[in-house]
């Protein structure tokens, strides 16, 4: 039998950890003072500790930019939640106070859930407003008399706890379409829908598939979005929605411009600003002949506050840079003079291989969504994937290639990262990184399978390449990549760990996320990943079970690691100082049950404790103690005297005299013996 010594050594080690904690502290009940929460975290309970016997689903959700709000789900009812009438699971939204966290229920108090709509579609950051997708019909009521039967959607206000219908009173939607994206405030929000929800609109409605129409609702009034610049009114989406694809910041945070996609004829993109004109984006500024034309433009994201520029995909030559029919990445600049908005950012800076970039990696797979990977919100810096060698120093052959677009320099600078394994579908795990939509709605299955800091400089991702030294076997692995110091680490790639396989990944393996609006934030502003694997990657996670961890240049653990049962990562804050996740381990006083429970591994966080209640006693424990006869002359209580008789002092007796029979008296001289003579 050949044994395996490196896990022998290891449980050696994890054992001489465990017994030097309990020498250190006196008792063996302190051996888990040898798990310690990185950053002076603390350990805060968010969900309610009376569930009525039900868990909180281990499913990704949303947390507010600062930490006090999440939402997350539960197939329980409870905090005044009344039971909902199908299979699906009720929101809920815990807010913390100064005494702990506060839970009540959010869906509205008529109608049901479907099976099709998971509740919350939407939230602003602060999570002050969301947008709920909700069936009603006439046997359950409507929560607004004037909404047509059927779905429709309602902004809710948590600090009023009112709902208000926004899709207007003309038509109601079907469950697969609606929201999209929201301002700062929530003032105005997006949606997509095949119904007629404002006067005018050229979509009649009907079956799935028919032709959908953008909407923008601001303070309850609906219109049209997808208006041309000669005011004709058309088929279009927000963003890139009916492909179910990129619809990131399709409207600005401050609500000054919303991005379209035209459905009819050409596939074109147009900004509708302030709700009053619309600026043709993915036009041609080409001063040559030639070059790609009338193919079709896929929407990626924008610029977060004013929408001040756009990224899209295309294989039409817009500029006299793109000399291939090759896929491409585009920027459009509204702050530039008209002529010279268009930023070729796959441009191919290779003299020695001009073959253009072949943005999309693997072969076009999922054209519509493919090729970006992630954005800093000014846009100042971007990740994509392109096919083929656009910069010297990196491989020919056409391979799916990871490239940094920075502009935060002097002048923009094109990078070369990484070259990820070709995929060949969008559900492989590569593919996934560049193929998969940025945030996800019911259809779409996995999103996107990289995670990147505000302002760009971190991008953390999984691939199965071997990206550093380790050899990983084909494995998962997870890589996080600083754009400042250009280097790139992998976070999971172990030797010692124990199980040596298993899942890594960023979020629980259900594929739907909610809300659409939110992709959980995996990594904060100062580079910290926030991700979950059932590997043991340190010596502390001994439970071989999904645990969460944090990376900041080494690794903690954010669960225990000594559970039962599975944890799951929910969602972080951008400052990395709230994590959210679910567990059934019992990590405060408060939590008395086994169910799984939301927790805030929190900075400088935590409450107190509940005061310490003795257990009650048991059998003979519990009998009072025995009581002392009433006897009126116990022992020798009563007695009373001088006591023992202590001995009398005996004086000495003159010279010349002895003691006998108790006097002293002259001694007798004694008589003189002779000795007989002797005879001769």
């Not at 699971?89 to 099976?115: C, D, H, K, M, V």
């Not at 947008?131 to 039967?149: K, M, S």
């Not at 910069?391 to 002097?410: C, I, M, N, Q, S």
Request: hydrophobic letters at 35%.
């Amino acid at each position: 039998m050949k044994l395996n010594t490196a896990n022998a050594e290891r449980r050696v080690a994890l054992l001489v950890v465990l017994l030097g904690a309990v020498w250190l502290n006196g008792s063996p009940a302190t051996a888990k003072g040898a798990f310690a929460l990185p950053d002076s975290r603390s350990y805060e309970q968010v969900s309610p500790v009376d569930k009525n016997g039900t868990d909180v689903e281990e499913v990704p959700t949303m947390a507010a930019v600062d930490g006090n709000r999440l939402l997350f789900v539960s197939r329980g009812s409870f905090a005044g939640q009344p039971t909902t009438l199908s299979a699906e699971s009720s929101p809920y939204l815990s807010t913390r106070g100064l005494n702990g966290w506060i839970t009540e229920g959010i869906a509205l108090p008529n109608g049901q859930f479907s099976f099709a709509s998971d509740g919350y579609q939407g939230f602003n950051p602060d999570m002050s407003k969301g947008l709920i997708d909700w069936g009603e019909n006439t046997r359950f009521g409507t929560h607004n008399p004037l909404a047509q039967p059927g779905f429709n959607q309602y902004i809710r206000n948590s600090e009023t706890g009112s709902f208000e219908l926004a899709n207007g009173t003309l038509s109601s939607m079907a469950n697969d379409e609606g929201f999209v994206w929201g301002t700062m405030d929530f003032d105005m929000v997006a949606l997509d829908s095949r119904y007629p929800l404002s006067p005018g609109s050229p979509c009649p409605g009907g079956v799935s598939g028919g032709p959908h129409c953008a909407y923008e609702v601001e303070n309850g009034v609906v219109r049209l979005a997808s208006v041309l610049p000669n005011e004709e009114l058309v088929e279009g989406s927000v963003g890139n929605r009916p492909f179910i694809c990129n619809f990131e910041h399709a409207v600005s945070d401050d609500g000054s411009r919303l991005f379209f996609t035209s459905l009819s004829g050409e596939h074109k993109l147009y900004a509708r600003e302030s709700g009053t004109s619309t600026t043709l984006v993915s036009g041609s500024e080409r001063t040559l002949p030639g070059g790609a034309s009338g193919n079709g433009v896929n929407y990626q994201s924008a610029e977060a506050a004013h929408g001040n520029k756009v990224l899209f995909t295309t294989k039409d030559s817009l500029v006299d840079a793109d000399t291939n029919a090759t896929n491409d990445l585009y920027m459009y600049d509204f702050t530039k003079q008209a002529g010279e908005r268009l930023t070729l950012i796959s441009e191919d800076q290779d003299p020695e291989a001009p073959g253009g970039a072949a943005v999309n990696g693997g072969g076009d797979i999922n054209g519509a969504c493919a090729g970006l990977v992630g954005a800093s919100e000014d846009l100042r810096r971007v990740y994509f994937v392109a096919d083929n060698q656009i910069v010297a120093g990196a491989p020919e052959g056409a391979e799916p290639k990871l490239y940094l677009w920075d502009d935060t320099g002097a002048s923009p600078q094109i990078t070369y990262i990484a070259t990820l394994h070709t995929g060949g579908s969008p559900s492989s795990v590569d593919a996934r990184v560049w193929a998969a939509p940025a945030v996800s709605v019911r259809q779409s299955g996995i999103p996107r399978q990289a995670r990147w800091s505000r302002d760009g400089r971190y991008l953390a991702f999984i691939s199965t390449a071997s990206l550093t030294s380790f050899e990983n076997e084909g494995e998962e692995e997870i890589y996080r990549y600083d754009a400042v110091s250009g280097s790139l680490d992998c976070l999971t790639c172990s030797s010692d760990a124990l199980p040596a396989h298993g899942e890594v990944a960023f979020q629980s393996p259900r594929s739907f996320i909610r809300p659409v609006n939110h992709l959980p934030r995996n990594i904060s502003d100062s580079g910290q990943v926030f991700f979950q694997t059932s590997r043991g990657l340190i010596l502390l996670d001994s439970n071989g079970q999904r645990d969460v961890y944090e990376y900041d240049g080494g690794l903690h653990l954010i669960s225990r690691g000594s559970g039962d049962a599975p944890s799951s990562f929910l969602d972080a804050t951008p400052s990395g100082s709230d994590v959210f996740f679910t567990t059934r381990d019992r990590l405060v006083g408060w939590d008395k049950d086994a169910n799984v429970d939301a927790y805030d591994a929190r900075v400088r966080g935590g409450f107190p404790e509940p005061a310490f209640v003795p257990p009650a006693c048991e059998g003979e424990a519990c009998l009072p103690p025995p009581i002392a006869p009433n006897d009126p002359t116990p022992a020798s209580s009563s007695f009373s005297g001088a006591g023992n008789v202590s001995s009398p002092k005996v004086s000495r007796c003159p010279a010349g005299k002895r003691r006998r029979h108790g006097e002293c008296r002259k001694k007798k001289r004694a008589r003189r013996q002779h000795s007989p003579p002797s005879r001769g």
